[in-house]
């Protein structure tokens, strides 16, 4: 937005000082505090607006100690050594649900990279690590729903390619892992229209 001649200064003054009221009641408010206490994808996407928030805002040290945090806190505790995700397993769409936590620590560990802390990287010392997240899911792509052997209701397909597109912003991270640009691109059914392209996709990737 700073680059367009509607949006001025003084706008983006009112927005920053709006997100850093609203990144103040996440901090400090019963329902955030709550919310921040959950085991389960609840606290990772809290993490995530409020490492969002503190960075827009300016407030480095609130966006520093939680990315310094998440490590101990969500990945260590949410992922097993084998990358299940316990809290997300149980549910009736746990496919689903497994890989939008994922997607959530994908968008935390982007922003530790633009801060220059590690969260990707980081390894517990049995093995806990997104990476593992990732790999636990990693070779359902293709399959049918029946061979998942949790609960999935629904949305099968569409949680698939969400998928692919986690293991793409993971390659983009981090480009050891070519195995994670070959299965999105087995699996991968492009769409045109799909803001991920605008964000993430290369243009060499997008052949």
């Known amino acids: ?7 001025t200064s003084k706008d983006s003054e009112q927005l920053k000082k709006w997100f850093g009221q609203l990144l103040d009641w996440i901090l400090t ?24 928030f503190a960075l827009y805002t300016g407030n480095h040290k609130v966006a520093e100690r939680i990315l310094r945090e998440v490590p101990e806190k969500r990945v260590f505790k949410q992922i097993e050594p084998g990358g299940k995700q316990p809290e997300e397993l149980r549910r009736t769409l746990a496919f689903g649900y ?10 935390i560990a982007a922003m530790g990279e633009k801060a ?13 690590s997104i990476y593992k997240a990732a790999d636990f899911l990693k070779p359902y792509l293709g399959k049918g ?11 099968w397909n569409s949680k698939q390619q969400e998928l ?21 691109q087995q699996f991968r059914k492009k769409n045109s229209k799909e803001l991920f392209n605008l964000l993430f996709l290369k243009e060499k990737d997008a052949l």
């Open 1 to 7: 937005m700073k680059k367009s001649r509607s949006f």
């Open 98 to 107: 497994s890989e939008f936590n994922l997607q959530h620590l994908i968008d």
């Open 145 to 155: 729903v029946k061979e998942w052997p949790y609960k999935q209701i629904s949305e």
């Open 116 to 128: 220059h802390i590690p969260v990707l990287s980081v390894s517990s010392a049995d093995g806990r």
């Open 29 to 52: 408010s019963e329902q955030g505090k709550e919310e921040a206490s959950r085991p389960n994808n609840h606290s990772t996407a809290y993490d995530a607006q409020a490492i969002a």
């Open 164 to 184: 692919c597109k986690d293991l793409y912003r993971l390659y983009l991270l981090d480009s050891t892992r070519t195995d994670y640009l070959k299965a999105y």
